[in-house]
């Protein structure tokens, strides 16, 4: 975590099932898109301000590429700066 002050802490039940309409070798690729989209949406900041973690991208990864969970429970940090980090609670 950066050493900037927290302006905002959110948990976040993030649905992924509409991942599942897209090919198999793309589900995990569509997942983290639509974490991310759904993360900028929401906390209202550029997708390019939105950084995930690595065990983020773990348990998406967890049971493979085409099984992906049908939805992820993530905590939300808006930092002062403007960014936005997407943790694990």
């Known amino acids: 975590m950066a ?3 927290i302006s905002n ?5 993030i649905p992924l099932r509409k991942a599942f309409r897209s090919s198999k ?3 995990t690729d569509t997942a983290i898109r639509m974490i991310r989209e759904h993360v900028s ?5 550029e997708l390019s301000q939105v950084w995930i973690d690595g065990k983020i991208n773990e348990e998406v990864w967890k049971r493979g590429k085409s099984k992906i969970p049908g939805s992820i429970q993530v905590k939300v940090l808006k930092l ?5 980090e997407v943790l694990m609670p």
Do not use: A, S
Not at 80 to 84: A, L, P, R, S, V
């Open 3 to 5: 050493d900037d002050e």
């Open 9 to 13: 802490e959110i948990l976040m039940n």
């Open 25 to 27: 070798k793309r589900r």
């Open 41 to 45: 949406r929401y906390t209202k900041t």
């Open 80 to 84: 002062q700066n403007g960014e936005t």
